[in-house]
């Protein structure tokens, strides 16, 4: 088995997310993945077989379990499998459902990614599940930005969105790592979804990701797609929209993603960012 690593959402590869990689994956059982994914270490790591018909096949472990859908791990195959085979149009079949990711080259020569997610949706939060949830990050209701309401968002994987009220107390991240673990696993939560507005279409994130064993993730594809539905969905930003999210400040590996929210209700979420081999 061929283990590639990247970095997603930075050309730097001290920024961004970094990811696993395995282009040919046939043959590997569920054991053999995860295991894989232990030693590499980082929170996902795709792992990908040619289905035959033109589309691929793939699966996402972090080091502690499989989710159903990594976007920066998606950004990171794209990338590594346009270096191998060139440019253009992927489809994916991913346990979320299927996505479509396309790559091309920015005229520096970068190779950019977009992957288009599976329909979004929302859903409430019931008020025990925020209370706890505030309580296990330290913040109060008085925290949060009434504007963004907090709400469950899907777009392959579930994420709550729960928005500051500040940049300071986006910054000022603190929790109990167990506690918040056995909450995300009764509610079947991936990451958490962080937020902070800086303005129409310019936002701040950070994700807590204890599922993956990491006490935070750097950048999350599968957040930021979610996130736009979210948007999308409440009627929180003028569609068609383009948005830019920026994650992994706060830990020193600064990332930027990209999302296009489509007009048209019910459409997949474009996500777009670069990546590089490490």
Known sequence: MEILRYVAFSTDPKGGNPAGVVLDATGSDDATMLATAAEVGYS????????????????????????????????????????????????LRTAAGPVTVTTD????????????????????????????????????????DPALPPRAAFAGAWHPVIAAASRDRLAGLDYDMAALGALMAREDWTTIDLVWRESPTVFHAR???????????????????????????????????????????DMGRPSTITVTVPAEAGTGIGVTGTAVRL
Do not use: K, M
């Open 44 to 91: 996902e790591t795709a792992f990908a077989v040619d289905s035959g018909d033109g589309s691929l096949d793939v699966r996402y472990f972090s080091p502690l379990a499989e989710v159903p859908f990594c976007g920066h791990a998606t950004i990171a195959t794209a990338v590594a499998h346009a270096e191998r085979h060139g440019t253009g149009r992927l489809r």
């Open 105 to 144: 080259r920015a005229a520096d020569g970068t190779l950019v990614a977009t992957l288009v997610s599976v329909a979004p949706r929302t859903a409430p939060l019931e008020e025990a599940d925020l209370a706890e949830l505030l309580g296990i990050l330290g913040w109060s209701a008085g925290d949060l």
């Open 207 to 249: 994700n807590p990701f204890p599922p993956g064993g990491v006490v935070e993730d750097p950048a999350t594809g599968a957040a930021a797609a979610a996130f736009g539905g979210y948007l999308r969905e409440l009627g929180l930003v003028g569609t068609p929209a383009t948005l830019t999210v920026h994650q992994g400040v």
